[in-house]
């Protein structure tokens, strides 16, 4: 091979190389890289035998050392779940007005049953347990079976109209097979004239006798509802299913019923406590 070009300025050797006159010197690479190259080289062996690296077909490499990330996981969980313990323990052998009273066992059922409700109750109360179009929003005083959180307890653990032999039931009828389209009209008038005024005047005291007739025997003879049978207060302003005369007509006509399923057999007790706890917390539990 010829002898390579002598870099007429520093006397150094090129490679050989030229891109647009300009060419390379043929400089060896500093000891010190040379030397940290070799190292990486020796730490990349040290740590393929250490721990696990190569694939295989139906696995890799374990490493002497028997490392793997799920392991320092399923350790790091094993030590939290150990230390909640002690509080879970507590929950399960407390009452739950008594959770109320001890400050440290409330705090943890509070951050508890903030996280439960994440996964399991947004999707229908929302991320700020406001409800929606026929989900009830938990932060306001309207509690169709009690607001207290041992009423709530019991709502939780066996639903409303669920599949739990214990769940909470109450059946609005449907009073079209029972009174006119036009007293249904009048019955719509007269409850919204209970908090607002209605589009005609005339018709709220016919549906005032209507509704003492029919409804009061659920709802109370000044429509504050009765929440040992899940009747809702119709004098509050607050509505589930609609607050327009037109809404108020259809649930009359034919009532629209929700579900909410038991959590007995889904969550243990203890989050349903620490449910509970987190709710009435919200504001609106009395």
Known sequence: MADKPIDELSGVETTG?????????????????????????????????????WPMITG???????????????????????????????IAATSIEAIARDPQL???A?????AAFKVNCITCHGTGAMGGPGYPNLNDDDWLWGGTVDQIYQTIRYGVRSDHEETRTSEMPAFADMIEPGQIREV??????????????????PGRQLFADNCASCHGEKAEGNKDIGAPNLADAIWLKGDTEEAIARQVTAPRHGVMPAWANRLSDTTIKELAVYIHSLGGGQ
Do not use: C
Request: net charge negative; no cysteine; glycine share 8%.
């Open 106 to 108: 409330l705090q943890f």
């Open 60 to 90: 890799a490499t374990k490493g002497v050392l028997g490392y793997t990330s799920r392991g320092e996981l399923a350790e790091a969980v094993k030590i939290a779940t150990d230390a909640q313990k002690v509080f879970k323990d507590k």
């Open 188 to 205: 719509a008038a007269y409850v919204v004239s209970l908090t607002r005024k209605p589009s005609d005047q005339a018709l709220v005291e």
């Open 17 to 53: 190389h030229e891109w647009d006159g300009i060419r390379e010197l043929n400089n060896p690479m500093p000891r010190w890289w040379v030397w940290t190259f070799y190292a990486t080289i020796a730490w990349a062996i040290g740590y393929a035998i250490a721990y696990p690296a």
């Open 110 to 114: 509070l951050d508890g049953g903030e």
